[in-house]
Each structure stands twice: as C-alpha cells, then as structure tokens.
C-alpha cells in the first residue's frame, strides 16, 4: 500500500482565497482524522470521520472550516475564505482501529 | 486533550539507548499508552504501543510501570536517524479513535 496520500504538498495563496486540502486513505481503513500543525499550537485535530461520517468536529476552528467525505477513498478539508493565520501544516491520517497512519502533509502558506 | 508529561529535550550519543520518559499518571484501566514520532515535519510515523505488560518491536521496547502511571520508551541503539521529536499518547480504545498530542519530547542523537 503506498500509505496515506496527500496533496498538493505545498500551497501558497492569498488571502481571501478557497483552498482545498485533500486527502487518500489508506484502503480498508474505517477511520480519517484531520490535522493541523504550528509552531505555537503544535499538532491539532481539527475533525475525524468513521465510515465517511463526521464523528466530531470541535476542533475545527471555525466557520471557515470544512470538511467532507463522499466516500471511503477521499476527503477534503476547506478553507473558504483563507486568512494569513491559517499557515500550517494540514495531515491527514488514516487507522483502521489501533494504531494510525498519517500521510506527508500540506504545508499552506497564505499570503 | 494531553493526558501525558514529557521532558521537553533530551539528548544520546549515537550508539547508545535512548531512554525517553513519560508520565501519565491519572491514567484509566482501558486506556493505551502510545508513542509515536516525528522527524522534521514530516507526518507522525507510529512506533508502539501497550497497555500493561512490556512490548518490543523492530523499532524499540516500551516498559510499563506496574502502577501505569509512567512509561519508557527504549531506543536500544540510537541512531543519527532517530533524532525526532517523540510523543507519548494516551487513548482510550472504545471513546473513539482520535489521538491527541502533547508537546512531546525532542530528541537529538549526538554523533
């Protein structure tokens, strides 16, 4: 299996901007989680879904925000508008019970 | 949330174990203790995990205190390459899936 596959790596936009992140799981696996990475906060879950559905969403930060997953082999996470605050490294992670899988990353700059 | 307290830093010669500590003192009976790591952002990679007894893997040995309320993570032999940033997670098996981190441990293996 080539693990959980992330794209684009890199991203630069404006402000004001749509982005979207997205992400494959690993095939098989029943859980996805999205997180976010910065220095001041370290690493975040923003949302989880189990079986396509979002499980809980607290940790997504706002409005901004979204997520879905129309299917067990792809999810998006979206930002919409995109503020310079939202610089970050986006993981995607994937597990199928014990442990969890988690891909290279997007690292989006918003400038 | 973080359940767990890690030292902030550590440093190993090359060659020799690596012992990083954990406390996770209000630990409950259904609760994991994880490590996992990260080497220069890039995604978490999974290391071990145990409940009670003692576990070792191709990659290192996890030693639980009789009590539960702290662990060790063992490198036997570090290597350059295992210069990381290290975390100890704690997690529930049947609250959900979702790991959360803490700050971890960021260890430089020193030639």
């Known amino acids: 299996d080539a693990g959980v596959i992330q794209s684009p790596r890199h991203e630069v936009t404006e402000m004001g901007q749509e982005v979207t992140l997205r992400c494959k799981p690993i095939?098989?696996?029943?859980?996805l989680f999205w997180y976010r990475q910065t220095m001041m906060r370290g690493l975040e879950l923003l949302i989880y879904?189990?079986?396509?559905?979002?499980?809980?969403d607290s940790g997504m930060p706002e409005d901004r925000f979204s997520a879905k997953m129309p299917n067990a082999s792809f999810s998006t996470l979206k930002i919409q508008p995109s503020e310079p605050r939202d610089s970050a490294v986006y993981f995607c992670a994937s597990s199928s019970g014990r442990k969890a899988f988690f891909g290279q990353g997007t690292r989006l700059t918003v400038v | 949330d973080a359940k767990t307290t890690q030292p902030p830093s550590m440093d190993c010669a090359e060659g020799r174990a690596a012992n990083l500590p954990c406390n996770h003192s209000?630990?409950?009976?259904?609760?994991?203790v994880y490590w996992y790591r990260q080497i220069h952002s890039q995604g978490p990679q999974y290391i071990i995990h145990?409940?009670?007894n003692n576990e070792t893997n191709e990659m290192a040995s996890l030693i639980i205190t009789e009590d539960r309320k702290s662990s060790t993570l063992i490198l036997p032999h570090a290597t350059l390459r295992d210069t990381a940033v290290y975390y100890c997670?704690?997690?529930?098996?049947?609250?959900?899936?979702?790991?959360?981190f803490g700050t971890g441990t960021s260890l430089t293996v020193i030639p």
């Open positions: 145990g409940l009670k």
């Open positions: 997670i704690v997690r529930a098996s049947n609250t959900g899936n979702q790991f959360y």
């Open positions: 209000t630990i409950s009976g259904n609760e994991y």
């Open positions: 095939s098989g696996h029943d859980y």
């Open positions: 879904f189990n079986n396509n559905v979002p499980i809980d």
